[in-house]
């Protein structure tokens, strides 16, 4: 059975994992990511964030790659943690990508991501970004399940 309590621990368990790659990393520019939201009924969760400056193009804005790569992210936590079973792990198999408005080092962004289908063989999850009330980025994935990896939350009494 999925709780607040589990979500939580593989939330704050694959923070741990981001802050463990190198410094130069694309995967440390997520490190700052809160949790604000979950609705476990209808399988969303809620991220909040800073655009860190490390992300940025030559024009000022968020690196598209950036976007993209955050969203590719949290739609992968999303899909594990909804699929409540520790060894379910899927890798991209197809995503589409949309930047519908420029964000900036700065803006204060909330990240929602959605799990659509959890199965045994595939996954779909859809992501949007916000600055406010503005929709800046919207994805969709596809996932192929491999079921062939660790532990993401080992017995933390979840």
């Not at 860190?52 to 955050?70: F, M, T, V």
């Not at 890798?91 to 964000?103: D, P, V």
């Not at 992501?127 to 399940?145: H, K, M, P, Q, Y």
């Amino acid at each position: 059975m999925i709780t607040e309590k589990y979500i939580n621990a593989a939330v704050n368990h694959c923070i741990k994992d981001l802050a463990d790659f190198p410094e130069d990393s694309i995967n440390r520019f997520f490190c700052d990511l809160q949790l604000i939201h979950i609705d476990i009924e209808n399988k969303i969760l809620e991220y909040s964030m800073t655009v860190p400056d490390k992300s940025k193009n030559r024009i000022g804005s968020a690196h598209g790659g950036y976007q993209a790569g955050l969203m590719d992210e949290i739609m992968g936590w999303g899909l594990h943690i909804f699929a409540a079973r520790p060894e379910y792990v899927a890798t991209t198999s197809e995503m589409s990508f949309n930047c519908l408005k420029a964000m900036y080092p700065g803006d204060k962004i909330v990240v929602k991501t959605y799990v659509l289908h959890s199965g045994k063989r595939t996954g779909v999850t859809r992501c949007e970004i916000f600055r406010g009330s503005d929709l800046c980025a919207v994805a969709t994935e596809n996932w192929a399940v491999l079921n062939q990896g660790k532990e993401w939350v080992k017995n933390e009494s979840v």
